[in-house]
């Protein structure tokens, strides 16, 4: 049977790209068009409460969110920026080195951030105390992706161009190469869970989790030109994929079984895992929920 599932439509040719949920119960999602941030109160039909947000300090389109552990949102953008906005509204921007291109962006427990810099071929990592610091990775044209940080610390970057994640610390980088499919990796979503770090190849139409053992096990979708795009972990060892070309949310379980969810609309990318829905940006011009309830 299929999931039940909920859609907020957005005004006429919104395009969200990336959401999460704060602790109030309030959605947030970057929009590609009018660039700018959405801010949802869920309530159910024409009583949702849809709200947009210019970005300051230039047009460069929002890419993807976290929430930091002081409550900000902060964003990506295509303008080599940052954007934090704090729980008052106030917006800040940080201008980054020409060329960086942040895309990926996470949030670790001590108040920094970690961003991907694929223009730069770097990751980024702000410090709690404001200092911005590049650090190379050790592969060519890795192109890194999303980015996720680990309950240890470690921030993990699907490298994109490589077929490869990246561990970064205060030791360095370590490169885990990962296993070709139907065609090389090609990682582009990535998410810790204490199951190990799941990642989305969408190239490959699979999606993966390197345990931490080291081994890194395989789960393909029927569908190799399905390209699934962001991952998100949940509480029982599995994880949750957009899947781009199919218009399809998918729950994978901890041993690999899959059930797909149809989606209305068609480009899903980014998603969120809350208490007992999964959230879904539409890029098509909705958020749809999908009901966790009925996931065996």
Do not use: K
Not at 142 to 155: K, S
Request: charged share 15%.
């Amino acid at each position: 049977m299929s999931t039940p599932w909920r859609e907020v439509a957005l005004p006429p040719g919104w395009a969200p790209y990336a959401v999460v949920e704060d602790a109030a119960g309030t959605l947030w999602a970057t929009v590609l068009d009018p660039p700018g941030i959405a801010r949802v109160t869920p309530a159910g039909g024409s009583a949702d409460e849809i709200r947009h947000e210019v970005l300051p300090a230039g047009a460069g389109r929002p890419m993807l969110l976290a929430i930091a552990s002081d409550g900000a949102l902060w964003c990506t953008r295509a303008d080599d920026r940052l954007s934090r906005r704090d729980a008052s509204g106030t917006h800040a921007v940080i201008d980054l080195r020409p060329g960086t291109a942040p895309y990926g962006i996470a949030a670790a427990a001590d108040g920094g951030i970690w961003f991907t810099a694929p223009g730069r071929n770097r990751i980024g990592h702000r410090t709690p105390i404001g200092e911005v610091v590049e650090i190379d990775l050790p592969v060519a044209a890795a192109q890194p992706a999303m980015i996720t940080v680990d309950a240890g610390g470690t921030a993990w970057a699907a490298l994109n161009g490589v077929g490869a994640l990246a561990a970064v610390d205060d030791g360095g980088v370590r490169i885990v190469t990962l296993p070709a499919g139907r065609v090389p990796a090609s990682p582009v979503g990535v998410a810790a869970s204490a199951a190990g770090v799941w990642y989305a190849d969408i190239a490959g139409g699979c999606v993966g989790r390197v345990e931490p053992s080291g081994v890194v096990r395989q789960h393909h979708f029927a569908d190799a030109g399905c390209r699934p795009h962001a991952v998100a972990a949940d509480s029982d060892g599995g994880c949750w994929v957009t899947l781009w070309a199919s218009g399809q949310l998918a729950r994978v379980t901890a041993d690999g079984a899959v059930t797909l969810h149809d989606l209305p609309g068609r480009e899903p990318h980014g998603l969120w895992v809350a208490d007992s829905v999964v959230w879904v940006a539409m890029e098509s011009g909705s958020l749809v929920a999908v009901a966790r309830s009925e996931v065996g």
